[in-house]
């Protein structure tokens, strides 16, 4: 079993910037494909990230392209997204999750991904 914990949300001022973290214990997760996923309320929990066991390739959605940076240490066991020039509709709780290396299913699909963090709030204003 893998364990994922997120930390690292909090209230920005639009513009702003910040740096989230998934902690992955019970199993090392350097062979694991992981992503970032976020949900807003009343809202289906959409793709943010996507990043290889190997670091590459990595993919973004397009709302998200050029601001935000996904990035792992498998060394720490650890998976990152940098986050800059942050936006209202930015504003959701922030979820990691961890999938089998080559699993089936799409890289963005919530499906393809076993393991899940419990969420970290990421809140932009305006």
């Known amino acids: 079993q893998v364990q994922l914990v997120e930390s690292g949300g909090g209230s920005v001022q639009a513009g702003g910037s910040l740096r989230l973290s998934c902690a992955a214990s019970?199993?090392?997760?350097?062979?694991?494909?992981m992503g970032w996923f976020r949900q807003a309320p009343g809202k289906e929990r959409e793709f943010v990230s996507f990043?290889?066991?190997?670091?590459?390739?990595?993919y973004y959605a397009d709302s998200v392209k050029g601001r935000f940076t996904i990035s792992r240490d498998n060394a720490k066991n650890t998976l990152y997204l940098q986050m800059n020039s942050l936006k209202p509709e930015d504003t959701a709780a922030y979820y990691c999750?961890?999938?089998?290396?080559?699993?089936?299913?799409?890289?963005?699909?919530?499906?393809?991904?076993?393991?899940w963090g419990q969420g970290t709030q990421v809140t932009v204003s305006s």
């Open positions: 990043i290889n066991w190997i670091s590459s390739p990595t």
């Open positions: 999750a961890a999938s089998v290396r080559d699993a089936r299913g799409s890289y963005y699909s919530p499906s393809r991904y076993n393991y």
């Open positions: 019970g199993r090392t997760v350097s062979t694991y494909d």
